[in-house]
Each structure stands twice: as structure tokens, then as C-alpha cells.
């Protein structure tokens, strides 16, 4: 495993052609306010995050629906008051209004997305946003609408860049008519690549940069469920890949990546890691962690040198119509990109 080198410095890269410039690899803050895991006491959280800053990963990603009551953004916020905000691209998401059992609800009108914006720079302590994401795609609002709202944001620099979540291909191209987009979030990894046939290639056609969300299978890859258990309050109990016959097949997924990263001098979480961060520059991951071991273990990451025909190698080990299991439970699929049509704008 790569170790932490003190003289190591993290790369920088352009996300988007915007002007955008962060770190090789950002930072899901997720995690820090459970989901997966038991929340972190608030001390915890914050130290975590100046470690991640430490590291030279100043990339930070979190969402106004994360935690209870928005506890996720006030956690970055007084983690932001210990840090230098100059030197952090901080992204932030708004769009999921309402979870319930029954499915979760998405709001894309002008006068929520601007609500939002305001909730979100106060409760992180900011006067602006580096790249605010539109979460998912309110299926009932003309995606100008909501663009045309941001793009007024931006003018009054409360935020300074835009991006998409779960967005389809034609979602993408009209919303980046009215403002340019900076980066599309995607779940993509090793073994979540139905993105790569359609939405990688607009994106770089359009000069979009591209940044997968759990870029390790939500831990698979790092071994979770596998070589260590799944915390009883964690929605990984439920997810469709962790449970029953499917995780069963997909151990044979895990099996063969752990034997290619001994071949390769680094863990399984490392090589899945690495393999993302091979589709391109253009491409950030943002995994997430709360243990600092597993921060260490991912900064190794790009410091994994991974060639052509490894890349292709470690891609045919893990066939998609290998993989058991929808990507993410069924809630959340409904809104996926592939059912994101934005309907048409009226004009008349």
C-alpha cells in the first residue's frame, strides 16, 4: 500500500472549462453525518476535514440534504472556520426537497433553488459557493427555468460555477444553452459504467468535467461487507449489491480485483480508485471516509500508475453483466438520470 509521504503534493486539474481548478481528488462529506455509518461527533467530523485539507485535497463536496437538518453543511461550515476558505473549492447541492418512505421528492423551481442558496451559504458560513449543484431533475420544471435562476446567482456572485446531478444527455445540453455547466456528478465506478457509453462523451463535448460519486461501489471495493461488517444502522443493509444472493456473486467481483491489486503493489481500493481516475483528467472522484487510515489509503491512490492495457485489464475482471444488483435502491433509481426528462420549455 502506498504510504503517506510528507513530500508528496497532491496534483491539480482544470474540472471543466470554466476556469474550475481542484485537487486531483476530492472529498465526499457524506458520510461524516451517517448514512453509512454512525454520525461522527461533531470534533471528529471537523478534524477529519483538516486532515482531508492536510492531505492537499481541497475539493469538498456536501449537499443541503445530508444529515439531519441540514447537519452535514453546518459540520463544513465550522470546519471552514479553521481553514483557509480561500484555498477550498466547496460544493454544495440543492434540489432533493422532501424524503420519505414512500420515495423522495425533488424541487427545481426558481424561488426554491434560490432559497436554498441562501439556507446553504449560511448555514456554511460563506459568502459564495464555488460550484453549486443542481442535485436531481425536478421532472415537472422546464430545466431553463431553474438554470435561468442559477445563472442570476452567479451574476451576483453567490455562486460561482454550476453543476448537474443525475442529469440525462438532453437535460445537460439545454441547461448548459443557458449557462455553461461545470461538472456533471455521476455515480461511476468499477462497477457502475453505464455513463461511459452516452454522457462521457457529451460531456467532454460540451467541455463539461466529470465527477463520480461513490467511485468505490459505496466501499465494496475497500472491502466493505466483506472484510469488515456493515454497521447495523447503515443503508448498505438494504442496498441491493450488499444483500442476499447478489452479494453472494458480487464476492467474486471483489475476489478478482483483490488479486490484480496484489499484482500491482496496492489494495483493492487503490486499484478500483486508480482505475477511475485513468478515464481522464477531466474525471474527479470524491470518495468519502471517516477513518483517517482510509484517507491515507486513497491520497496513495494517485500515486498508482496504471497503464493502457492495466486499465482494460482491471475493466474485463469486473463485467458489468457480472454485477449482481441494481446500482442503488429503488427510491433512488426512479431518479436516476435515465428517468430525469426535464419537460420542454414553453415559449409561447
Same mark, same amino acid.
Given at each position: ?23 486531483? &481528488? ?5 458520510? $461524516? ?8 461527533? %461533531?470534533?471528529? *467530523? +471537523? #478534524? !477529519? ?33 479553521? &481553514? ?5 473549492? $466547496? ?8 424524503? %420519505?418512505?414512500? *420515495? +423522495? #421528492? !425533488? ?54 460555477? +454550476? ?186
Amino acid at each position: 500500500m502506498a504510504e503517506r509521504n510528507s513530500t508528496f503534493e497532491m496534483p491539480r486539474v482544470k474540472l471543466g472549462n470554466q476556469g474550475l481548478e481542484v485537487s486531483r &481528488l476530492g472529498y465526499g462529506c457524506m458520510g $461524516l453525518t451517517g448514512i453509512y455509518n454512525n454520525p461522527l461527533p %461533531e470534533e471528529e *467530523g +471537523i #478534524k !477529519v476535514l483538516k486532515e482531508v485539507f492536510s492531505r492537499g485535497i481541497t475539493f469538498f463536496d456536501t449537499a443541503d440534504v445530508y444529515g439531519v437538518q441540514h447537519a452535514n453543511e453546518i459540520l463544513v461550515g465550522k470546519a471552514l472556520k479553521e &481553514l483557509p476558505r480561500e484555498k477550498i473549492q $466547496l460544493a454544495t447541492k440543492f434540489g432533493i426537497f422532501k424524503i %420519505e418512505p414512500t *420515495g +423522495i #421528492k !425533488v424541487k427545481g423551481t426558481p424561488e426554491y433553488a434560490r432559497s436554498c442558496c441562501e439556507g446553504s451559504l449560511k448555514r456554511l458560513g460563506v459568502d459564495y459557493i464555488d460550484l453549486y449543484y443542481i442535485h436531481r431533475i425536478d421532472t415537472t420544471v422546464p430545466i431553463e427555468d431553474t438554470m435561468e435562476e442559477l445563472k442570476k446567482m452567479v451574476e451576483e456572485g453567490k455562486i460561482k460555477y +454550476i453543476g448537474l446531478s443525475e442529469a440525462n444527455a438532453d437535460t445537460i445540453r439545454r441547461a448548459h444553452a443557458i449557462h455553461p455547466i461545470t461538472a456533471l456528478q455521476m455515480e461511476y465506478s468499477l462497477w457502475t459504467r453505464d455513463i461511459e457509453e452516452e454522457l462521457i462523451p457529451l460531456c467532454r463535448e460540451l467541455g463539461i468535467g466529470i465527477v463520480p460519486y461513490s467511485p468505490v461501489g459505496r466501499g465494496f471495493f475497500g472491502g466493505k461487507a466483506i472484510k469488515e461488517s456493515v454497521p447495523e444502522n447503515s443503508i448498505l443493509g438494504s442496498h441491493p449489491r450488499f444483500t442476499g444472493e447478489n452479494f453472494t456473486k458480487n464476492k467474486v467481483v471483489y475476489d478478482r480485483v483483490e488479486a490484480m491489486a496484489k499484482n500491482h503493489g496496492c489494495t483493492p481500493i487503490q486499484l478500483a480508485l486508480a482505475w477511475v481516475l485513468h478515464q481522464g483528467e477531466d474525471v474527479v472522484p470524491i470518495p468519502g471516509t471517516t477513518k483517517i487510515k482510509n484517507l491515507d489509503e486513497n491520497v496513495g491512490t494517485v500515486k498508482v500508475k496504471l497503464t493502457k492495457e492495466d486499465v482494460e485489464e482491471i475493466s474485463n475482471a469486473v463485467p458489468i453483466d457480472e454485477v449482481a444488483g441494481c446500482r442503488t435502491g429503488e427510491a433512488l433509481l426512479r431518479i436516476s438520470w435515465k428517468f430525469a426528462n426535464s419537460p420542454p420549455k414553453n415559449n409561447t
